[in-house]
């Protein structure tokens, strides 16, 4: 099990490398200068060169990346171009603004989903199941910034039940800080919902279609018996690891609905520093996002031997 | 012609089916039509026919097990007196595993992956006998593992289903029914998927327990001399209805339906030898051939692979028919697919016509286009986006100065060899049933006139009628084009009929090999001995019926432990 994870990590060592080079020399192919662009209107040639000089931005590509990924090893992700902060305590402030949405969103839509989709199956090609389908393809047909724009109209708008745009954060207000969270959550919510009813309904027609659930019926168990202790662990292994998929995507950035709903997310800040050509806040984000997807699918693959024992750790 | 059955033994009949029909509930098509059967306590019934003939459907029936989509559109269904049709769902569940059990065929997916084998035995007796405590439920599971023949049950009971090969599970797929001491046993094509020798051990497992019980048995299958061995009365079914019904001994001597007929008819049965023509060199030779499987790379080492061949050695002469018979993981595919070059052998050498074969080496290409071969199931192994034309004329890319017409003419000269003709070649392989797609799949490995054929299992997966008329195909073309042929088969029966040559393996090594008649009359080694015990041939007995007959009876058959 320790010599998995130890392999697993090391494994993700290359992605990462990869990740890097890829993020470093693709920013630089963007034409634009960080320190043009901070000036503005007011550069002089020799102001120019000075400020590319205090940034780095004079050195060859390999020796910027020499020391941009020194730093990187020893902790230290820079310091941002446009607001003179270290790059890593934003990044990861930003990140955890994210991830409490994200989480939410995909713990309740796991939590209605999966049940919604064992049902459909079980009840396959009833009205049960009819609405069931059709509720999912609706919800996942809708790109997430309508349905974000749909709440904001009803909800926020016209019902005045939540607050319209804006954030606070959890230690300045808890009360506040939830009812500014609940239309992310859910437009996040409806949307995986709909994803993952048809994933797990899928997965369980595949299931009882099996002798074991025959099995399971002709030695006299109850149907809540057949479904919940026979069906519900085998055809919850590719529902779980399309959670995994969905919470790596999400947690790598939700920038639209970050925008539609104004929440200073990571998805934001990436937003804004590509905007601003902040190379060092754009590589660390996306260097932190693919740690991330790595970290989550990691975890999946490590809990996937609890639903099947046949997959072993090794 | 339904047998008729006196009104004396249905009074006291543990089983009474009358007239049942089920229909598709979406198109109203009927899929069994009128049966109706008796089982008696204690007694074991068979029920035979081919796929589609509605066995399967008719006995699930009985628990409310058919698929959602088949409706009961009229019979009745007394068990035990009772019509099972006025029973409520919960009636109905102390039924099912209480009074009537049932066993399904593929032990690969009859059990809860999931699950410990303990707990999968322990909820059914948690369900039917709610007295029992925890730990009185334990002792039972135990003792009924030991008496099955599990080895170490304590074990067992935290073991996964996976950890047990595909006899063992189906022993403890019989030990999970036969717990709860049902007066009924349903086995549907209980060992199907199993080798002939462990098959026969789970057969006799299962009378053993079940007239230790008093349990009668509904046995499933398509397999008539299995059937025929452990019944004491047959159900003949074909396309939804029951042809004939009657004690095993009495139908099986005379049969008065055609069909039944026909059906023990297609039985295979041992050709005399044919001669061969003299040839001083064979055309496949292998020499001291070694395969490994796996030894997949790790990040930091090289695991150690697994041999699957330990150095065999084996020649096919000219024209000749050498049938590989084994068990399953004896090795016999992994030694046709190395012949053909799909696997790197790892060592030893493979000659055809005299001259090394190897990959990428002189005369690669000449081997690869003269030997071809035809797989076991027809419905994975045909492309379904291709026509039937194109898989055939496909075997003919790449044979030197050979035109498009003439290829063309090749492809229907061959589609009207193996009995399909030229409309055939636009259709697509899922128009065709299980027997022609087998037709076509020959006809892509003789198309190109090879000199020698793989065969794997090539009829394993054929209703036994269609079987007996693909191999009568096979044994037409083999004389009239003259190919030498590797036949991999389980089937004794089919071996017994088409080889000139028996090649026995066991454990990825050679144990016996001869001519058929010294292999089958006086076998040398033990495991070809059990083998041959396992399963008894139908010979024919006149007036179109057939008796048993023990290929060779080695020993009384295993004590059931009890």
Not at chain 1, 147 to 174: A, C, I, K, R
Not at chain 1, 269 to 291: K, S
Not at chain 2, 204 to 227: F, K, Y
Not at chain 2, 312 to 340: N, W
């Amino acid at each position: 099990m320790l010599h998995f994870v130890f392999k697993r990590i090391l494994m993700a060592v290359p992605t990462l490398l990869i990740m890097a080079v890829t993020v470093f020399v693709l920013i630089r192919l963007i034409p634009g200068d960080p320190a043009a662009l901070m000036l503005g209107d007011l550069a002089t040639p020799a102001s120019l060169a000075d400020l590319r000089e205090r940034l780095g931005l004079d050195q060859s590509l390999p020796v910027q990346f020499g020391i941009w990924f020194g730093n990187v090893l020893r902790g230290d992700f820079g310091i941002s171009i446009t607001s003179s902060q270290p790059v890593l305590p934003l990044v990861l402030d930003r990140f955890w603004i994210s991830a409490r949405v994200v989480l939410i969103a995909v713990l309740l839509a796991s939590l209605f989903a999966v049940p919604a989709g064992m049902i459909a199956a079980w009840r396959q090609n009833s009205g049960t199941d009819l609405f069931l389908v059709g509720l999912a393809t609706l919800l996942y047909s809708i790109p997430t910034f309508w349905l974000g724009l749909l709440l904001l109209l009803f909800l926020g708008l016209q019902l005045n039940w939540l607050p319209v745009v804006g954030y606070v954060s959890f230690s300045e207000d808890p009360w506040a800080a939830l009812l500014y969270i609940v239309m992310p959550v859910m437009t996040l919510f409806l949307h995986e919902m709909g994803v993952l009813i048809r994933m797990s309904r899928a997965s369980t027609l595949e299931v009882l279609r099996l002798d074991y659930i025959t099995h399971a019926r002709a030695k006299g168990l109850s149907e809540s018996a057949v479904l919940w202790r026979h069906a519900f662990k085998n055809a919850f292994g590719p529902t779980w690891t399309l959670i995994g998929l969905v919470l790596g995507n999400l947690l790598g950035g939700i920038a639209v609905v970050e925008t539609v709903f104004t929440i200073p997310g990571l998805g934001r800040l990436l937003v804004d520093a590509i905007f601003a050509r902040d190379y060092p806040v754009i590589q660390g984000c996306l260097l932190f996002v693919a740690f991330v997807y790595v970290a989550v699918n990691l975890v999946v693959d490590l809990l996937y031997p609890v639903f099947d024992p046949r997959v072993t750790a090794e | 012609m339904t047998g008729t059955i006196p009104p004396a033994a249905a009074l006291d009949a543990l089983l009474d089916v009358e007239n049942l029909s089920l229909c598709v509930s979406a198109t109203g098509t009927e899929v069994v039509r009128g049966v109706g059967f008796t089982v008696a306590p204690g007694e074991i019934v068979g029920i035979v026919g081919e796929s589609g003939s509605g066995k399967t459907l008719a006995a699930r029936s009985i628990m409310a097990l058919q698929p959602p989509a088949i409706r009961r559109t009229a019979g009745t269904i007394r068990f035990e007196g009772r019509d099972l049709a006025g029973l409520s769902p919960k009636e109905l569940r102390e039924l099912r595993g209480g009074r009537i059990g049932m066993v399904f065929q593929e032990p690969m997916t009859s059990l809860n992956p999931s699950m410990t084998i303990g707990r999968q035995l322990e909820e059914g007796l948690a369900v039917h006998q709610r007295a029992l405590s925890a730990d009185g439920r334990r002792d039972r599971v135990l003792d009924m593992l030991r008496r099955v023949g599990i080895a170490d049950p304590d074990g067992a009971l935290a073991a996964y289903p996976h950890q047990f090969s595909g006899g063992m599970r189906q022993r403890i797929m019989l030990a999970s029914v036969m717990l709860l001491q049902p007066a009924l046993l349903i086995a549907d094509e209980p060992t199907t998927a199993l080798d002939a020798v462990v098959q026969r051990d789970v057969l006799e497992l299962m009378v053993g327990l079940t007239r230790a019980h008093g349990t009668a048995v509904l046995m499933i299958s398509h397999d008539l001399s299995m059937v025929a061995r452990y019944t004491d009365r047959i159900i003949v079914m074909r396309k939804g209805e029951i042809v004939e019904q009657g004690r095993t001994d009495g139908l099986l001597r005379a049969p008065r339906h055609p069909y039944t007929r026909a059906l023990l008819s297609a039985m295979p049965r041992r050709q005399p030898a044919r001669p061969l023509p003299p040839a001083a060199a064979p055309i496949i030779e292998v020499r001291d051939l070694v395969v490994e499987y796996g030894g997949r790379r790790g990040l930091f080492r090289r695991e150690a692979g697994k041999r699957a061949l330990h150095g065999l050695s084996l020649s096919v002469m000219p024209q000749e028919v050498v049938a590989l018979v084994g068990g399953s993981g004896s090795g016999k595919t992994t030694l046709g697919r190395a012949i053909a070059g799909l696997l790197a052998p790892s060592g030893g050498t493979i000659r055809y016509a005299g001259r090394p074969v190897e990959a990428g080496g002189e005369g690669w290409a000449d081997y690869r286009r003269n030997c071809q071969m035809v797989f076991q199931d027809p419905y994975s192994s045909l492309d379904p986006r291709m026509t039937i034309g194109a898989l055939v004329g496909e075997a003919l890319r790449g044979v030197p100065g050979m035109g498009r017409r003439k290829k063309a003419e090749r492809v229907v000269e061959v589609l009207s060899e193996v009995g399909l003709g030229r409309p055939y070649a636009d259709r697509y392989p899922h128009e065709l049933s299980g027997g022609q797609r087998q037709r076509v799949a020959i006809a892509r490995a003789v198309v190109r006139r090879p000199a020698f054929v793989i065969a794997d299992e090539p009829v394993s997966a054929l209703d036994v009628t269609v079987r007996a008329q693909v191999l009568e195909l096979f044994a037409d073309l083999q004389a009239r084009h003259g190919f030498s042929c590797l036949f991999i088969s389980h089937d004794l029966g089919v071996v017994e009929q088409i080889a000139d040559r028996v090649v026995v393996m066991q454990d990825g090594r050679i144990v016996e090999q001869g001519d058929r008649d010294t292999v089958f009359d006086r076998p040398a080694h033990p495991y070809t001995r059990r083998l041959l015990s396992a399963i008894p041939a139908l010979e024919p007995a006149g007036e179109g019926g057939v008796r048993l007959k023990w290929r060779f009876d080695e020993a009384a058959p295993e004590a059931v432990p009890s």
